[in-house]
């Protein structure tokens, strides 16, 4: 299994640009998951979806965050406008059931100037 | 879900047992206690879990007083390869399936 990929590994950008994080989740799981990583705050949840349908977002910082699930096999993390103060990793997670332990991938450095 | 207080640091020699404590003194019944680990510049790493009864694989140990009200997480023999953060998480069982990661134990194997 290829395990959890996530695209770009890094992404600089200015200020005010559209950005969008990819998440292909391991084949069968059911669970996908968002988290943001930054020394300050350490790892936060963001949202996390269930069989393609977002549950909980209540951790999605403000409006110019959104996600989307269009089917089991990909998932986008979109900021827009982007600050510098969204630099961070950003890490996307499954699982293949409520009870199973999450799978993450490598990560997205994002680094907004 | 249960908040679970773990010590920030700790150091190991390499080649002698890490022992890991985590306290969950809030744990409900249905919870589990799971332990994953973040080596630098990578994606948390799932080690192992358990519910009451202790649990071993490849990796580590879980060992869970019978209170359930805290946990040891065992690395038997540590290399340099095992330095990074270690968090301890509990989760409810339900079926919306939620981590929330703590600050964890940075843990320095050395030589």
């Known amino acids: 299994d290829a395990g959890v990929i996530q695209s770009p590994r890094h992404e600089v950008t200015e200020m005010g640009q559209e950005v969008t994080l990819r998440c292909k989740p391991i084949s069968g799981h059911d669970y996908l998951f968002w988290y943001r990583q930054t020394m300050m705050r350490g790892l936060e949840l963001l949202i996390y979806?269930?069989?393609?349908?977002?549950?909980?977002d209540s951790g999605m910082p403000e409006d110019r965050f959104s996600a989307k699930m269009p089917n089991a096999s990909f998932s986008t993390l979109k900021i827009q406008p982007s600050e510098p103060r969204d630099s961070a990793v950003y890490f996307c997670?499954?699982?293949?059931?409520?009870?199973?332990?999450?799978?993450f991938g490598n990560g997205t450095r994002l680094t907004v100037t | 879900d249960a908040k679970t207080t773990q010590p920030p640091s700790m150091d190991c020699a390499e080649g002698r047992a890490a022992n890991l404590p985590c306290n969950h003194s809030t744990i409900s019944g249905n919870e589990y206690v799971y332990w994953y680990r973040q080596i630098h510049s990578q994606g948390p790493q799932y080690i192992i879990h358990g519910l009451k009864n202790n649990e071993t694989n490849e990796m580590a140990s879980l060992i869970i007083t019978e209170d359930r009200k805290s946990s040891t997480l065992i690395l038997p023999h540590a290399t340099l390869r095992d330095t990074a953060v270690y968090y301890c998480i509990v989760r409810v069982t339900d079926s919306w399936g939620k981590f929330q990661f703590g600050a964890g134990t940075q843990v320095v194997v050395t030589p």
């Open positions: 979806f269930n069989n393609n349908v977002p549950i909980d």
């Open positions: 997670a499954s699982s293949l059931m409520a009870t199973s332990p999450l799978h």
